[in-house]
T-cell receptor, first 111, second 116 residues
Framework: GQQVMQIPQYQHVQEGEDFTTYCNSS?????IQWYKQRPGGHPVFLIQLVKSGEVKKQKRLTFQFGEAKKNSSLHITATQTTDVGTYFCAGRFTGNTPLVFGKGTRLSVIA | NAGVMQNPRHLVRRRGQEARLRCSPM?????VYWYRQLPEEGLKFMVY????????ESGMPKERFSAEFPKEGPSILRIQQVVRGDSAAYFCASSPRGGANTGELFFGEGSRLTVL
């Protein structure tokens, strides 16, 4: 079936360091979304990217969608302890298919 | 405006029993999605429903699992004759639109099923 691969699986950083997680698909995506799940919590929507080459920023978070619409990244500048959690990308392959989630990147921030 | 409500939050069942998980979508949302999450794993799509209709059940196991979203009341995910491998967190999500215009999914807090 169609899959969305996400790396790395885990990332441990010192507070203040940057963090990046990558998402890849072998097939062109219609759009991609990013979610954050705190430990013991539920996924919370962060952003949706639709256009080829799109870049969106939310404070210290920068989201990119590749030119070929097959990959995406989330970059966090100067991590804080509140950034702890698992970040999931979720791709939609065509308009009517369900969101396919990557396995997530679990971020730990050491104060 | 209440969010997506799921209950029970925690459910313990013995092998062979039935599990019923309920989900009330956000007000004004008629599209409901069920996802399963195993520990340290991502969310795996199970089924997509709109009021009284199953739109996509491609992720649902063919046996023992069923879902409904009646005209009145919550969506229900039913697991018959549970086995240990069914132990997982089951998340429900809702959206006001479907198809290409689905946009953001709003997730409930999940139902954590443990099968003894």
């Amino acid at each position: 079936g169609q899959q969305v691969m996400q790396i790395p699986q885990y990332q441990h950083v010192q507070e203040g360091e940057d963090f990046t997680t990558y998402c890849n698909s072998s097939t062109t995506l219609s759009n991609i979304q990013w979610y954050k799940q705190r430990p013991g919590g539920h996924p919370v929507f962060l952003i949706q990217l639709v256009k080829s080459g799109e870049v969106k920023k939310q404070k210290r978070l920068t989201f990119q969608f590749g030119e070929a619409k097959k990959n995406s990244s989330l970059h966090i500048t100067a991590t804080q302890t509140t950034d702890v959690g698992t970040y999931f990308c979720a791709g939609r392959f065509t308009g009517n298919t369900p969101l396919v989630f990557g396995k997530g990147t679990r971020l730990s921030v050491i104060a | 405006n209440a969010g997506v409500m799921q209950n029970p939050r925690h459910l313990v069942r013995r092998r062979g029993q039935e599990a019923r998980l309920r989900c009330s979508p956000m007000k004004g949302h008629s599209h409901v999605y069920w996802y399963r999450q195993l520990p340290e794993e991502g969310l795996k799509f199970m089924v997509y429903l709109q009021k009284e209709n199953i739109i996509d059940e491609s992720g649902m196991p063919k046996e023992r699992f069923s879902a409904e979203f009646p005209k009145e009341g919550p969506s229900i995910l039913r697991i018959q004759q549970v086995v240990r491998g069914d132990s997982a967190a089951y998340f429900c999500a809702s959206s006001p639109r479907g198809g290409a215009n689905t946009g953001e999914l709003f997730f409930g807090e999940g139902s954590r099923l443990t099968v003894l």
